[in-house]
């Protein structure tokens, strides 16, 4: 995965990616699909997505695209 990969400002449920998200903001609302998100729990979810999209498809991960993301969390 690549080491600037967004995954803690990237929204786990609609793919939206904030323009910045400061170390010390520990939760955040999506200003796209309005869910609220842990940074940690979103930022492993994403990173779980990447991971399995790597395994199955041969995919780059990287913080240049959107990644889809579904299923339940």
């Given at each position: 995965m690549d080491r600037?990969?967004?995954s803690s400002k990237r929204c786990s449920c609609c793919g939206h990616t904030l323009d910045s998200l400061p170390l010390d903001i520990?939760?955040?609302?999506?200003p796209e699909c309005k869910t609220e998100?842990?940074?940690d729990v979103n930022?492993?979810?994403?990173?779980?997505?990447?991971?399995?999209a790597?395994?199955?498809?041969?995919e780059n991960v990287s913080g240049m695209g959107p990644v889809p993301?579904?299923?339940s969390r």
């Amino acid at each position: 995965m690549d080491r600037w990969y967004p995954s803690s400002k990237r929204c786990s449920c609609c793919g939206h990616t904030l323009d910045s998200l400061p170390l010390d903001i520990r939760a955040w609302a999506c200003p796209e699909c309005k869910t609220e998100h842990d940074r940690d729990v979103n930022a492993a979810v994403n990173i779980k997505a990447a991971g399995l999209a790597v395994l199955a498809l041969g995919e780059n991960v990287s913080g240049m695209g959107p990644v889809p993301v579904s299923g339940s969390r």
